[in-house]
């Protein structure tokens, strides 16, 4: 690892969630980092997730993209920098030459920081003359952009993490809070706490951990939340809970909002029966949202990746603007987004319809602008390929060559199995990234190293409009280069002037002062104003303190923060007026069939991030759910055959994946839960993206990630089983395999379809062991088709192999702790040949709480034998659940099952 020369704490901006957590970052001299929450950054005041706390373990070099790379006909052939650029900007420029500035595209991220966003997006729009930039933020949040565009005038976020608090009811729509963004959940329980009167109301289909602490979950079905809220808004007109002055006033749209909300859900009764839920629940909700003027209603991935996601947010969006319930503190409708710097790119103008600055690319008074202020050649004047649209164009052959920077559209698309044709068949594929080989790297034909988190300096913007610096704390690794600094190297030899920054100090200070441009009312006004931090000096913008934006000089000099918008009732449309939308309900385009009769519903887990690329090399983010998973109903379990615990392949129209079937994620009948996160590099066959279907909503082009029509069956196998190894093992003759990061060793899940004659020789060649004085201890019952053998260097158990025709086989938390040993003992030794520890305690269980490596078995064993009653009695205990929170929901669901099963065990 490359690590600066001074070992002070470096105040820097969490990699993952849009909840952008501030950071303290110390390298230090062991060549590890030492992380702790930023006190100062108001986002966490201190606080961290697992996720958070886990990224020092993320920044070693393993499987780092050191060098550009070419591809020849006989593999990758590392080459300089200006070969690689130059091979770009020749082959962009034929192909651009020949068949016009459309045949070219970028395909960017959430995780690039504004500076390179900025300047990805200006070389498209203003020197390529294409709209063709789109983002993996299109797949998270473009249908909250939409619908705030349509309600407001631009895409403004009306409130501040502080509203949470100040609320005197919380709405969750479509959002495991606890696990996707658990400083806010944390944020929103501590307020619950000094003021319990204050409620909690999840709206979700499962009953993910973050219903553990709610008031009220309402357990709709996938894709009737227009029904829901089209009901609320016909209930709150019907029972007077109005504002008229603020409706006539300040709105447009009322009359045919309510209108089209009464077509088909002025009668709570058919809306719960739509919705799949209870009328009394549905009636408790309504009457407390009309109580509660103090609402916040905030939405993510449920409400976004719908194929009616814009309609969704817009209903939402309606039943506050009825009741005048926004731009006060504590009430608004909120998105959060999911990705670190998903805002950040809204604010240049990083998606395929927008231009930089929340100007528009239709309207050409904001080209007009946008290219004065650039000075560029050119502008494109119509929308781009948005991500899905994208890759069936390459696929076509209409787009030539792609540019994919920071993200892995291989794995996290719908319908990704296409992604592979359309790389497959594309001319050129240029891949910036941090690792070599990851599912999309695979398909580059010119590979760029781009710096990582902890070696790239810019600003990032989290949900509540919050810029935050994240400042490098380690050297550049190999030859890797800011991406904006690549980008910025391949404008300038395509000719274009306009790219001389003098670091990402230059490129922040343009982004400031655009935003500032023209931007006064009566000119080409809009909200979206960071003007205030034009001119900073380099030491200014280095030390810069979060800030939130609108942020504009007064007339003193002094900067000017707008922490909530709205409150003086003024809207971006011409007009200065909100608009209530009329949103007809509509259901998912692909209904189940008697073909495909489950509906896939896709998600994070706690511990991961995305395709795992980072996340998937710490061992302690690995502890807590090691496998992809088919969550189920067991009834629907038994109807399709398959048994918790063992695998089964889930097969859609568009492809499949074969993952473990498992219970007891709240999941309602006819629906399964996959999570996102599993690759072509960490399991054989556990990309889900293949699965989902590519529909997308026609407003936003956000896909439909919650709802696939799919079916599970049996995925055969003879046998099961698990190796832990200190060296890599090659896995290529297996049916089935997941990779797990262990510390100071990989563990692979496996399950195979052929027949073992000779245990022995099979588990040494397979594991690589061909001294035949090995220490190897091994046990086979043939007939039970039972096996387990344990290699031993220097007393250190080196690799051990389990296998049998059932899933009953030995902890896999005990066997991890043998390899923190450097000598094992006797009892060791016996415990595994006997496939289980023969000292008490020794098997903590499948981890629980990831900060402190808490299992599940040493929390069963201290409730019951100390009485505890409480999630706080249990952390005074064990600490489990005492630093980041995110453990709380399931340590109070272990505590309630541990409880009943004594009481029952003592009757
Ligand atoms: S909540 Fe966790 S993942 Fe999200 S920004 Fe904070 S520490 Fe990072």
């Known amino acids: 690892m490359n690590l600066s020369t001074d070992h002070l704490a470096v105040r820097t901006t969490c990699a993952y969630c849009g909840v952008g957590c501030g950071v303290q970052a110390t390298p230090l001299a062991d060549g590890t980092v030492a992380i702790a929450g930023d006190k100062q950054h108001p986002a966490n005041k201190g606080r961290l997730c697992v996720k958070g706390s886990a990224l ?30 130059d091979k770009v900007a020749t082959d962009w420029r034929a192909i651009i030459d020949e068949h016009g500035p459309d045949a070219v595209a970028l395909y960017v991220s959430g995780q690039l920081l504004t500076e390179d966003y900025y300047v990805a997006n200006k070389l498209m729009k203003g020197y390529i003359g294409s709209a063709n930039i789109d983002t ?95 009901g609320l808004l016909s209930y709150l007109s019907r029972i007077g809970a109005v504002d008229p002055g603020f409706i006539e006033q300040h709105t447009n749209g009322f009359d045919k909002a309510l209108a089209t909300a009464d077509v088909d ?32 209603t905030a939405y993510s991935m449920g409400v976004n990746q719908s194929s009616a996601g814009t309609d969704k947010a817009n209903a939402i969006i309606n039943c506050h603007l009825i009741g005048g319930r926004i731009g006060q503190p504590g009430m608004g409708p909120f ?5 670190p710097n998903a805002m950040g790119g809204r604010e240049v103008g990083g998606l395929a319809n927008m231009l930089a600055a929340h100007m528009d690319l239709e309207r050409a008074e904001h080209r007009d602008v946008v290219q004065t202020f650039w000075d560029s050649p050119v502008m494109a004047d119509k929308g781009g390929l948005k991500a899905v649209d ?70 990032v913007t989290n949900s509540e409009r919050r810029i935050s610096r994240q400042r490098a704390f380690l050297s550049a690794p190999g030859e890797a280069l800011p991406d904006w600094k690549i980008l910025s ?72 923060v707008e922490e909530r918008l709205f409150g003086d009732n003024i809207y971006a449309h011409a007009d200065g007026k909100a608009r209530f939308i009329a949103t007809a309900p509509r259901a998912p385009l692909h209904a189940v069939s008697e073909d ?103 407003v936003s082009g956000e896909p439909e990630f919650k709802h696939t029509p799919v079916r599970v069956e049996q995925f055969r196998v003879n046998w099961h089983g698990f190796i832990l190894s200190r060296d890599e093992v090659n896995l290529e003759r297996i049916a089935h395999w997941t990779r797990i990061q262990g510390r100071a060793f990989a563990r692979y899940e496996l399950a195979g379809r052929n027949t073992i004659q000779d245990y022995t020789g099979w588990a040494r060649e397979l594991l690589g062991v061909e001294d035949p004085d090995a220490d190897w201890l091994e046990y086979e019952d043939r007939t039970a088709g039972v096996y387990r053998a344990v290699h031993v260097v220097d007393d250190r158990i080196a690799q051990c192999i389990f296998l049998s025709p059932r899933q009953d086989m030995p902890s896999r938390a005990w066997l991890a702790s043998l390899f923190a040993k450097d000598l094992l003992s006797e ?40 009485d505890l009653k409480t999630v706080p009695e249990v952390t005074a205990c064990l600490k489990a659940g005492g630093n980041c929170g995110s453990c709380v929901p399931e340590i109070k669901k272990i505590l309630v099952q541990t409880r009943v099963e004594a009481a029952e065990a003592r009757l």
């Open 265 to 296: 859900c002025s009668d709570p009764a058919v809306v719960a029966k739509i919705c799949r839920i209870e009328l009394p629940v549905l009636l408790e909700f309504y009457e407390l949202f009309a109580a509660t003027r103090k609402t916040i």
């Open 596 to 698: 495909y009769p489950l509906s896939l519903n896709t998600g994070r887990v706690r511990d991961q991030w995305h395709t795992m690329t980072r996340t998937g090399k710490s061992a302690t983010l690995a502890d807590h759910i090691a496998e992809s998973f088919i969550d189920m109903h067991p009834q629907d379990a038994l109807l399709s055959g398959v048994k918790e615990g063992e695998l089964a392949r889930i097969t859609s129209e568009w492809g499949a994946m074969v993952a473990r079937v498992q219970h007891g994620g709240g999941i309602p009948r006819g629906s399964v839960f996959v999570p996102i996160h599993w690759n072509g590099q960490s399991a054989s066959d556990a990309r889900v993206g293949a699965v989902v279907n590519p529909v997308v909503d026609p």
């Open 390 to 459: 994208l890759f069936k164009a390459i696929e076509d052959g209409k787009v030539k060559s792609v540019w994919i920077i920071a993200t892995n559209p291989v794995v996290s698309l719908p319908d990704a199995d296409q992604a592979r044709r359309a790389l497959d068949k594309c001319e050129l594929v240029i891949s910036s990234d941090i690792m070599q080989n990851t599912d999309t790297t695979a398909y580059a034909d010119v590979l760029l190293p781009a710096l990582g988190w902890g070696e790239k300096d810019g600003t």
């Open 136 to 230: 993996n933020s299109r797949l998270c949040m473009s249908s909250a952009v939409a619908g705030y565009k349509r309600a407001f005038g631009e895409d403004l976020v009306p409130v501040c993490y502080d509203d949470l608090e100040l609320a005197d009811m919380v709405v969750l729509v479509g959002s495991n809070t606890a696990w996707c963004h658990p400083i806010l959940f944390q944020r929103i329980l501590k307020a619950k706490e000094a003021r319990p009167e204050m409620k909690l109301v999840v709206i979700d289909p499962r009953r993910t951990a973050t219903c553990e602490l709610a008031d009220l979950h309402l357990p709709v079905k996938a894709g009737t939340d227009v029904w829901l809220f089209n």
């Open 827 to 866: 009892a060791d030794r016996v415990g595994l040949l006997v496939g289980m520890p023969v000292e008490k305690g020794a098997d903590t269980g499948p981890t629980v709480c990831s900060c402190f490596g808490v299992g599940r078995n040493t929390i069963c064993n201290a409730i019951v034998e100390k």
């Open 335 to 339: 998105s959060i987004t999911g990705q």
């Open 489 to 560: 190297l391949f404008a300038q030899r395509m000719g274009y002037s306009g790219f001389d920054f003098c670091g990402q100090h230059g490129v922040f200070d343009e982004h400031a002062r655009l935003s500032g441009f023209r931007n006064a009312v009566g000119d080409v006004s809009r909200a979206f104003d960071m003007s205030g931090l034009a001119g900073l000096k380099q030491r200014e913008y280095d030390d810069l303190e979060p800030i939130q934006w609108p942020v504009r000089r007064d007339a003193g000099g002094k900067l000017a």
């Open 56 to 85: 020092g373990e993320t920044v070693g070099l393993e499987g780092r993209l050191l060098y550009p790379q070419v591809r020849e006909a006989d593999g990758l052939r590392r080459v300089s920098w200006e070969d690689a650029l």
